[in-house]
C-alpha cells in the first residue's frame, strides 16, 4: 500500500476522532438535541394538560339556565346537556351572581350577527372556558339537528376533503410532492455548512497557528492533507445530522398523538429523477466550492480571529438569495436572479430553490452544476497551493498574488 | 526511500541557487551528505539554512540547481525514512501527548500499535510517561520539545535533519538530546544538524559547511575548516604586557589570558621567542587549534563590522 494512501485514512480516522472527542464539539452536537427533548417534553406536558382540559370541559356537566331567542336550540338537546329554560334574564344573571346557579346563556335572534352571551361563576381562567365550551357545543348540536343531513353539516363546517391534480406537457405534474424532494437538498446543505464551515476554516488554520505544517509536509502530501480534512469533516457532519434527529425521529416513532406532530404521507412524495439527480449534484458542487473558499481562507489568514472577519460575508453569501426569495420562484428570469444563480457563491442556494420549484431547465442546471465543481475544483487548487505556501509564513497575512509571483514555491 | 548506494553521497546538492522575488538569499550552494556522517550546516541567522533545508525537503521549489536525498528529489511519500525537526516547532497543541506521537507515528508509516508502543518507550525515557494522556499545551515548553524531538526520531529514520535542535532545551534536556542524536549516529544514521553551539559540532560533526549570505565560506571535516581559518592559535598566560608583532595578531586579551593568531611563516619558537624578549611574563604558552567559535566570529565579525561602517 503507498504511503500516500495509507495516510489518507491516517488523516481522515485521526480528524475525526479528534473532532468528535472535543468538549466544544459534543456540549454543541448534544446542546440541539437536549434542548429539542426539553421542547418536546414541554409541549407533550402542555398537549396532555390542554388535551385533558378540553376533554374535561367538553364532558363537564353543570346546571345552567337559557334563553334562545333565536329559536335553533333544540329543548331536548338543553336537557340533556344540564340546561333549563329560563325567561327571565335579569334573574338567571342574578342567580349566577349569587352563586345559586353555575351559568346563563343568552342566545340571540340572529346568531350570525350578534353575540351570543354567556356568563358563569368564576373557576379559575381555565376552567372558565368550559361555559363557552358547553354554549358552543349546544348551539352546534341543536343547528346539526335543525339542518338534519350530516352532508349539509360537514359541507357548512368545511370538514370536506380536497384533492388537486395538475398537467404539466400533458402529464400529472407533481405538486407539492414534487418539490419537497430536491428542495430536501437545500436543507442537507445549509445544515452542511452550518455545521461545517466554521470547523473547515478552522482545520487548516490549526496547522498553520500550531506551527506544524513543516512537520506534516515532511510526511504528508498537502492535497492527501486536505482531503482527509474534507472526508472527515463530512463523516463529523454526518454524525451531527444522525444526532439532531434522533430526538425527532425518536418523538415521531413513539409520540406523535401527544405531540401533536403531523403525519407524512410518504406516498404523496414524488421523486423526478431530473431534479433528484441536480438537486443532488448542485449540493455537492456547493459544498465543493465552499469547502475550498474556506481552506484558502484558512491558508491566508494568520489566525482564527483574522479570518472570522471574511467568513461572516461568506456565510451571508449563502443567505442572501433568500432576500430575493418571491423573485427566484416566480420570475426566474429576473436579471438578479440570473446573477444569483451563476455566481459562484450564491449559485448552489438560488439553483437549489429553483430546481425544487420547477423553474430552473435541464441547460441551466447543467451549466451551474458544471461550474460548480469547476470553479469549486480551481478553488480547492488554489487552497492547496496557498496552505503549502502560506501555512509556513507564521503570524504573517498571505498574498494571493504575491505567492503566484514568487517561483520559490513547490508546485506539488 | 531508500538511502541509496554507499559510495553515493546521501544528500547532493549541486548549484543551488534560491531566489525570492528579485533578492537571491542562496548562491550556487554546493555540497555532499555522506551517509553515517554528521553534518553541521552553520551560519548566521538569515544566512540561508533553514530555506536549504526546506528547499532540500521539497517544501520549496529551487530557483535552480539539484537537490537530492537517496539520488532523487525528496517526496513526502519517502518521509518514513527521514526524521525532520524543524526551526519552527508545533504539534497539535491541543491534543493528548500520545494521541499526537502515535498519530505522525501512523503517518511515518508504524502500524498503530507499533507506534504506541514505540512513544510509550520514549516517553518513559525521557521523563514523560506520566504526561502521555495530558494535552500538549499543558506541558513546558522544554516538555514540548521532548515530544518534538520524539516525533522526530519515531520509526528510527535513517536520516535525521535538525534545524537548531538544542533550542529551547535546558542544559540537562540538552545533554539528553545530545546523546539520543549520538545513538542515532553510532546506529548509522545520517545527521544534518543546523546549530549556533560550536562546541557540540565540534563534539558531534564529522564535516561542516558554513553559510554567510548564502554562499559557502567554508567546507570540510572541521579540522580543516579550522585549518583554513588560522589553524593553530596560541594560548598564553601572562603577567606583563604583550608586544606588538607582525608575527602574531593578539585575538583576545583578558585577565591575563590572550589568544593569539600566527601570521603566515611564524613559527611556535619565534612567537614564543617575541614574547620573552618583550617581557611579557608568559607563564604558559599552549599551541591549540582554533575553534570553530572563533571562525564563526571571524566569519560574520567581518559582516557586522561593514555593516557597522
Known sequence: MALTQHNLGTVISFEFVRTIKKRGFVIATLALPVILVLIFALVYASNASTKDTADAQKSARFAFTYSDASGIIVPSAAKLAGGTVSSDPEAAIAAVKDGTSDAYFAYPADPAKETVKVYGADKGMFENDKYQAKAKQLLAVSAQNQVGSPQLTAALTGAVKFESETFRDGSAAAGVGGIIPPLLFLVVFYFSMILLSNQMLNSTLEEKENRVTEMILTTLNPTTLITGKIISLFAVGLVQILVFLAPVGLAYLFFRDRLALPEVDLTALVFEPGPIIAGALLTLGGFTVFTGVLVAIGAIMPTAKEAGTVFGPLVAMMFIPFYTFSLIISNPDALIVQIFTYFPLTAPVTALLRNGFGTLNAVEATIVVVELFVVGFVILRLAVHLFRYGSIEYGRKLSIAGTFRRSELAAK | ?309
Request: with cysteine; hydrophobic share 40%.
Open chain 2, 1 to 309: 526511500m531508500t538511502l541509496g548506494d554507499a559510495a553515493e553521497p546521501l544528500v547532493h546538492i549541486k548549484d543551488f541557487r534560491m531566489d525570492f522575488g528579485d533578492t537571491t538569499v542562496i548562491r550556487d550552494l554546493s555540497f555532499d551528505v555522506h551517509a553515517g556522517e554528521t553534518f553541521g550546516f552553520l551560519g548566521s541567522n538569515g544566512s540561508g539554512k533553514t530555506t536549504t533545508l526546506r528547499a532540500l525537503l521539497g517544501i520549496y521549489r529551487p530557483t535552480a540547481g539539484t537537490l537530492h536525498i537517496g539520488g532523487k528529489v525528496f517526496e513526502p511519500r519517502d518521509g518514513a525514512s527521514l526524521g525532520y525537526l524543524p526551526e519552527e516547532r508545533g504539534l497539535y497543541k491541543k491534543e493528548q501527548v500520545l494521541d499526537v506521537m502515535v498519530y505522525f507515528g501512523r503517518l511515518k508509516g508504524l502500524s498503530k500499535s507499533a507506534a504506541r508502543s514505540w512513544s510509550e518507550e520514549y516517553l518513559e525515557r525521557v521523563g514523560l510517561a506520566g504526561k502521555a494522556k495530558i494535552r500538549l499545551d499543558k506541558l513546558s515548553s522544554g516538555q514540548q520539545q521532548k515530544v518534538q524531538l520524539g516525533v522526530t526520531i519515531m520509526n528510527n529514520p535513517g536520516l535525521l535533519i535538525l534545524d537548531e535542535p538544542t533550542k529551547g532545551f535546558d542544559p540537562v534536556n540538552r545533554r539528553l538530546l545530545m546523546d539520543i542524536i549520538e545513538e542515532h549516529k553510532r546506529a548509522g544514521a545520517t545527521v544534518i544538524m543546523v546549530t549556533h553551539q560550536m562546541e557540540e559540532v565540534e563534539r558531534l560533526c564529522d564535516r561542516v559547511i558554513l553559510l554567510k549570505d548564502g554562499v559557502s565560506r567554508a567546507y570540510g571535516t572541521v579540522e580543516a575548516v579550522q585549518e583554513e581559518f588560522g589553524g593553530t592559535v596560541y594560548r598564553v598566560t601572562h603577567d606583563g604586557s604583550l608586544p606588538a608583532s607582525a608575527l602574531f595578531d593578539v585575538v583576545s586579551d583578558e585577565d591575563g589570558r590572550a589568544e593569539l593568531s600566527p601570521r603566515a611563516g611564524a613559527t611556535e619558537e619565534e612567537v614564543l621567542r617575541v614574547l620573552v624578549e618583550a617581557g611579557a611574563g608568559v607563564r604558559s604558552f599552549t599551541p591549540a587549534r582554533i575553534s570553530l567559535d572563533e571562525i564563526f566570529i571571524k566569519v560574520y565579525g567581518e559582516q557586522h563590522e561593514l555593516g557597522e561602517g
